[in-house]
């Protein structure tokens, strides 16, 4: 065989690899299974992104599934009443408390048991942010929220680092992205791969620093 043909059949290969992967992967992402929402957790986390995030989060905060939220890397310019007010706008308006009406009380959520994180710049930094918060509350088990195709990449990498505490996926889903019908829309196709290649990168990082903390371990 000659070195032409190798290579070819190594990109063949290669390429076969990813396409598998990407396909199992977006099953995962289109199969999550539906959160419970009678399951209380110590505290709930959300991770920035999204509305959709934002909103399915508070409303689970003000359900009493959880006693406090943290939104998880939050820009240094946003504040608890510049949220409060864009969520009060974004949400259905029979859905928000009124004098005439019970409903959510935004601000007054706001007030009482939203913290803000603001040093997350990725998922792996809002996993450290996460968890240092629920660690300095004395939390054993977390909520989290992010977006369905957000959300095997930010499990590797909050449990990764949660020890003993529990981590209860809560997978929302985005209006904008067509996760069952992927194939017909390349918008979507390279929305996704582009994720699966995160993803796998956070895999394989994990791998690695396992692979050096072992290392470290046996040196005498």
């Known amino acids: 065989m000659t070195l032409m043909r190798r290579l070819l059949l190594v990109v063949l290969v290669l390429g076969l690899l990813l396409v598998g992967g990407l396909m199992r ?22 991770l920035t992104g999204g509305s959709a995030r934002l909103s399915t989060a508070i409303r689970l905060l ?47 959520l706001f007030e009482c048991c939203v913290d803000l994180g603001f040093e997350a710049t990725d998922t792996a930094g809002n996993a450290v942010e996460a968890l240092a918060w629920a660690m300095g509350r004395d939390m054993h088990s977390l909520r989290l929220v992010t977006a369905n195709y957000h959300m095997p990449r930010a499990l ?4 990764r680092l949660a020890g003993n505490t529990t981590i209860l996926p809560h997978p929302v ?37 396992d692979q050096i903390d072992d290392w470290l371990k046996a040196e005498p």
């Open 25 to 46: 992967f977006v099953d995962t992402v289109a199969k999550l299974p539906e959160p419970p929402v009678d399951q209380r957790t110590d505290g709930i986390v959300v």
């Open 62 to 108: 003000d359900t009493g599934l959880a006693e406090r939220l943290l939104i998880s890397g939050v820009s240094t310019g946003a504040s608890k009443a510049s949220l409060a007010q864009s969520l009060s706008q974004s949400l259905p308006e029979h859905l928000l408390a009124r004098p005439d009406r019970p409903g959510i009380d935004v601000p007054a």
């Open 156 to 159: 590797v990498e909050f449990r």
């Open 173 to 209: 889903r985005p209006d904008f992205l067509r996760v069952e019908a992927w194939w017909r829309h390349r918008a979507d196709g390279l929305f996704l791969l582009g994720e699966y290649s995160k993803y796998v990168a956070a895999l394989i990082r994990m791998r690695i620093e």
